[in-house]
Structures are given as C-alpha cells and as structure tokens.
C-alpha cells in the first residue's frame, strides 16, 4: 500500500480549505533502495547504468483508493542499480516532488541487462477508512492528485449533527437540527474574512480564529458530532467527528470552537 508524501497532504489540505492545488499532467514511478519516508528525505534512487523514472497512470479511484493502470517497464539496466526495496511517485521526470510511496512486496536486485517492470495493479495508494475523511472526498483528492482530473477547490461549513456519520453519509442524509436559529457556519481561506483556516502545516490544518455559530432560539435536541461540508445546505460530507462531547442544545446557547479547536490531519 502506498501513503501520500508531507507534501501532498498539506498541498490537498491547503486545496480544500485554502487555495487550490494545481495537480501534475503526468506522474512518475521512481525505484529506491530505501524507504523515501514520508518527507522523502530517504529517497535513494539508482542513479546512471540506464535508470530513468517512467510514467505511471492510475484507474479511476474506487473503494478509497487509486490503482495502478497497466504496466510499467523501466529502461534495459546497463549496470547494477543496487536492491530495489521501495518506489516513490513523483510530480516530475526528475527532481519535483515526491507525492507518494510505499515498499515492494519483494525486493529485487537490478543487475546489467535487467529490464525491471511493474505489473498492473502493483502499485496502490489508499485512504485509510476511519479516518472520518468522506469517501465522496477521498476519490475527488486521489483523481486529482493521482489522474489530474478536476477538483474545483470546495467552500468549507462548519455543522453539527444529532446522529453519529460514517464515510458515505452526504450533506443531504446528515442529521441536523432543524429551525431555531441553526445554520452551519462558513470558514474562509487564510487570510480572509474572520473566520478563516490557518496554511496546512505538517499535514493538519486548523481554524484561525474562533468558529461560533448563531445563537440557538428554540432547541436544537442533542448534538453528538460536527463535520465540515461544501455547502451551506446540502453538498458533500468533507469530514466529519463522531467524538465531539454530547451537548443538548437549549434556546439562547451559542456553540464555539476556540481558535485551533478544529483540526483536520491527514495521516
């Protein structure tokens, strides 16, 4: 299984609730003979004796994850490129950025006159389930970042639901109190209007300022979780957190999140 680079966890948090990220047309396999970590700082890739890094394409996500799209055949091996153990994805041919990486379920030595090859569906990257991301979003950041297929950057709402979510529920099958006075309350991108999200930073992003949503005027019944959707009413489930405290809701109660009480990481 693959796992997302620092890198592109802040740049997909960033484009969610900040600015828009701008994906890559086309991605690159890369070899290593160590494990690149997550901040790629163990990247060691072969270097001369042939080695080239070779695009990859990826299927349309599906159960969380991008898949590997058809076989990959890196160059004829003029000399050694040492135990290949791991692979990494990169935005560039050469340099760039590392997106993602994960190990091989076999090592392998490259040796002269090697034409190392990846068969179709051996590389995956997945988002973990549990993680109380959507799988709605989950497929819209993998696409994007993976396939380059359009994600317009989404408006960010704070909410509160009486019942507990899971991955699939939707902006429109969410539970919410009903009338007085509740509404979910827009966040802005840094640097805009109060209240806005703090810039993605060692893979979480959280609120700038305090979130506080309107004055209760009637009952809002027992909220038992929150969750960050693309629209004022309806649209998509962004995230969601089944751990906040129940609270019953009464007239005149007004909820808040302090500054930095909402964090959302991807990890």
Same mark, same amino acid.
């Given at each position: 299984?693959?796992?997302?680079?620092?890198?592109?966890? %802040?740049?997909?948090?960033?484009?969610?609730?900040?600015?828009?990220? *701008?994906?890559?047309? *086309?991605?690159?396999?890369?070899?290593?003979?160590?494990?690149?970590?997550?901040?790629?700082?163990?990247?060691?890739?072969?270097?001369?004796?042939?080695?080239?890094?070779?695009?990859?394409?990826?299927?349309?996500?599906?159960?969380?994850?991008?898949?590997?799209?058809?076989?990959?055949?890196?160059?004829?091996?003029?000399?050694?490129?040492?135990?290949?153990?791991?692979?990494?994805?990169?935005?560039?041919?050469?340099?760039?950025?590392?997106?993602?990486?994960?190990?091989?379920?076999?090592?392998?030595?490259?040796? &002269?006159?090697?034409?190392?090859?990846? &068969?179709?569906?051996?590389?995956?990257?997945?988002?973990?389930?549990?993680?109380?991301?959507?799988?709605?979003?989950?497929?819209?950041?993998? @696409?994007?970042?993976?396939?380059?297929?359009?994600?317009?950057?989404?408006?960010?709402?704070?909410?509160?639901?009486?019942?507990?979510?899971?991955? *699939?529920?939707?902006?429109?099958?969410?539970?919410?109190?009903?009338?007085?006075?509740?509404?979910?309350?827009?966040? %802005?991108? @840094?640097?805009?209007?109060?209240?806005?999200?703090?810039?993605?930073?060692?893979?979480?992003?959280?609120?700038?300022?305090?979130?506080?949503?309107?004055?209760?005027?009637?009952?809002?019944? *027992?909220?038992?979780?929150?969750?960050?959707?693309?629209?004022?009413?309806?649209?998509?489930?962004?995230?969601?957190? @089944?751990?906040?405290?129940?609270?019953?809701?009464?007239?005149?109660?007004?909820?808040?999140?302090? &500054?930095?009480?909402?964090?959302?990481?991807?990890?």
């Amino acid at each position: 299984m693959g796992k997302i680079s620092n890198y592109l966890a %802040n740049e997909l948090l960033d484009h969610v609730f900040n600015v828009a990220y *701008t994906p890559a047309a *086309t991605v690159y396999l890369a070899l290593s003979t160590a494990n690149p970590t997550d901040d790629g700082s163990g990247m060691a890739e072969p270097s001369g004796n042939g080695y080239a890094r070779q695009a990859i394409t990826f299927g349309a996500a599906a159960s969380r994850r991008v898949t590997q799209s058809g076989v990959v055949t890196f160059p004829i091996a003029t000399g050694a490129w040492g135990t290949v153990t791991h692979w990494a994805v990169f935005d560039a041919s050469t340099a760039g950025n590392m997106l993602a990486h994960g190990d091989w379920s076999v090592a392998k030595s490259i040796v &002269a006159n090697n034409t190392p090859s990846a &068969a179709s569906g051996e590389v995956w990257i997945e988002v973990s389930a549990g993680g109380e991301m959507s799988t709605t979003l989950a497929h819209n950041l993998l @696409n994007l970042a993976f396939r380059n297929v359009a994600y317009a950057k989404p408006a960010t709402y704070v909410g509160m639901a009486t019942a507990t979510l899971t991955e *699939t529920t939707t902006g429109s099958t969410v539970t919410e109190p009903s009338g007085n006075g509740y509404a979910r309350t827009q966040v %802005n991108i @840094n640097g805009g209007a109060a209240p806005a999200w703090a810039l993605a930073a060692s893979r979480q992003v959280v609120n700038g300022g305090a979130v506080s949503l309107p004055a209760a005027t009637g009952a809002w019944g *027992t909220v038992v979780a929150s969750f960050i959707a693309s629209a004022v009413s309806g649209g998509d489930i962004l995230f969601f957190d @089944n751990g906040t405290t129940d609270q019953a809701v009464a007239s005149g109660d007004t909820m808040q999140f302090a &500054a930095s009480a909402i964090t959302v990481g991807l990890n």
